[in-house]
């Protein structure tokens, strides 16, 4: 299981006081407001960074962090990304999941086929779908409704389905 979850991407700099342009990767925008620090993935590490302030502009999150008070220091974390520990990820209510959670988890039907293991989650707006990848086999895409999804052990690394007709 991962312990790390992108939160967002940092675009650009946001005037000439240190503070970033953040494109959000994830479902609650708002939850940039109760954050107190979040990890800046360098590619080599992760560096801990303290948000001093938060700000909403269209569809993006404008963040200050403590101690950086200049726009050439945050020059060079464009398209940085901004993670979270899995203490400080959103609770999540009944029967949700991580993405990066159910990657890589076996999927079989109820009827005990094996249908290959979850390659991607697609976010339509209405349900995600579970792409279901198996080798020699096309994807199979799942949409995530009760009337399908049967049970799914993110600890166990398996997911039971019941196909409806059309599905294959």
Known sequence: MEDLFQVGVITAPHGVRGEVKVFPTT??????????????????GTR????EGVKFFKNMVILKFKGIDDRNDVERMR???LLVTRENAVELGKDEYFIADLIGIQ?????GEELGTISDVLQTGANDVYVVSKDGAKDLLIPAIHACIQNVDVAAGQMEVHLLPGLR
């Open 27 to 44: 479902d609650d925008n708002a939850r940039f407001k109760n954050l107190k620090t979040v990890l800046l993935d360098q590619g080599r």
């Open 79 to 81: 398209q940085a990304k």
């Open 107 to 111: 999927v079989v039907s109820d009827e």
């Open 48 to 51: 801990e960074l303290e948000i």
